[in-house]
């Protein structure tokens, strides 16, 4: 973990999407934050440990949403699986699949593995997955205060992690979309998903992959209802339900396209329902 010193910041960006309208100063107090997002490797001692099971491996009971297809009562969760040719970016997201058997474990359903995944972050999170961890290891979920002022790292004002720039002088600082998003995936086979933790610059604070590789629980219910029905659906499989508690998810994944979702910076904010887990979806900690 790192040490973020108390401080005020101004939080919150002008320049992109609605819900991270309006700037504001916000103070908070020093905290320890992980370095890196948890890993799987990390995870699977959780689950050594504890014998948790993940809301991704127990079937979801069909009294609980109306109208459900009695076949996906079965254990799963949502998996990004690209279409081989161009598609229409606006409307439904034909890129997010339900996958029976995926999970943290299995994170492009039965067949897959985490076996050369030791040190990419753990994925297909629920939010009670997260917190669950955190109590295990002494830790909480970060607010979102908290999160987006470790992210800008003594930044003040820049719209990314790392300065003004996208990409300083061409070069690529996070785990995002190479190519044209949804369907042609130009990184090296190594990075079409999540990479390696510690795999790019860290920043001001000495912390990592805060921006892209996987979406970030924090500790904050998401409750600005109109802006994220306007949102667009890049960042999970189905429609924001205004009955689901949301939380709110920072950082943005290895899926954000410039073309599509511009949510690789520390104000960018995504409504993820608590009990949707997605093959993005991950988590770090905090100790105050």
Known sequence: MKRVPAGK???????????????????VDSFWIDETPVTNAQFARFVKATGHVTFAEIPPDPTDYPGMDPALAAPGSIVFVPPTHPVELEGDPVWWQFVLG???????????SIEQLARHPVVHIAHSDATAYAAWAGKSLPTEAEW????????????????????????RMAQTWVGIFPWHNAAPPHRTRTAQVRSYPANGYGLYDLIGNVWEWTADRYTDADESAKAPRCCGGSAVDPVTDRYVAKGGSH?????????YRPAARWPQPKDTTASHMGFRCVMR
Do not use: I, K, T
């Open 255 to 263: 899926l954000c396209a410039p073309e599509y979702c511009q949510r």
């Open 102 to 112: 995926a999970d943290w474990r299995h994170p492009l359903g039965p067949g897959s």
């Open 148 to 171: 987006e002022y470790a992210a800008r790292g003594g930044l003040e004002g820049a719209p990314y992690a790392w300065g003004d720039d996208f990409m300083p002088e061409g070069r």
């Open 9 to 27: 910041f101004a939080m919150g960006s002008n320049d992109f999407y609605l819900d991270e309208r309006p700037v504001r100063q916000v103070e």
